[in-house]
């Protein structure tokens, strides 16, 4: 039975923000056309365009071990990333489980040319709502802060692709509000956010979309 678990709250607030502060310190609208072109600008340009930097840190790790732990993942496990990014997640789960088969997809291909070295060739420049992969391919998958940036067409069609590769376990993590304080935060932070869903909102859509795996949210308290 799908359960909600957080395993990225922690990583999320090693963050500090500054709310109001994103919204007047330049035009939101122009970051964010810049933001969803998910190149050097998003990932490793100025602050008000995404990272402001996205460099490999380890605190990817924690969330790897208790993943591995949740999931009884083992050496021979095949792991994918469903908007991996540059791929520091993946990383970890190599290093905590050396020999496990990993692979990431993202749009981005500024951000797979710059990822991780050790795991770069496991990475593809595809789109999340049309996976390049066979059925049940995959002991684990999951997707963390992506899917959120879809349409509701696209994540739809995301969510059944993620549960068709999938051979049972899956976990997904999406941002989401509870509060109008939340949302209010929620909005004036995002650049590339296309669904805004309360959590009950968000479970609505797992369960029409087929969605039986795992979930957690991200707020902006």
């Known amino acids: ?68 732990k949740r999931y009884a993942l083992d050496e021979s496990s095949r792991i994918l990333d469903v908007g991996c990014g540059k791929g520091y997640l993946l990383y970890e789960f190599t290093q905590v489980l050396p020999g496990c088969h990993v692979t990431g997809i993202d749009i981005s291909q500024y951000a797979i040319e710059n990822a991780k070295e050790e795991i770069r060739d496991s990475l593809k420049i595809t789109s999340a709502s049309d996976l390049p992969f ?56 995002q650049l590339t956010c296309r669904a805004f869903h309360t959590p009950m909102e968000w479970r609505w859509i797992f369960e029409r979309a087929g969605y039986t795996g795992d979930f957690g949210f991200i707020y902006f308290e």
């Open 1 to 68: 039975m799908a359960e909600e678990i957080d395993f990225i709250t922690q990583v999320h607030l090693s963050t500090a923000r500054d709310y109001i502060g994103r919204v007047n310190e330049a035009d939101k609208a122009d970051c964010a056309e810049r933001a969803v072109k998910w190149d050097y600008d998003y990932w490793d340009g100025e602050r008000k365009y995404g990272y402001g930097g996205y460099s490999y840190d380890g605190r990817w790790r924690s969330v790897a071990e208790s993943m591995v």
């Open 134 to 189: 066979e059925d049940a391919n995959f002991d684990f998958v999951y997707s963390i802060n992506t899917f959120h940036n879809l349409y509701i067409d696209e994540l739809y069609s995301a969510l059944s692709e993620l549960t068709r590769v999938s051979k049972s376990d899956a976990y997904i993590t999406v941002e989401s509000y509870r509060s109008e304080r939340e949302k209010m935060n929620l909005l004036y932070w």
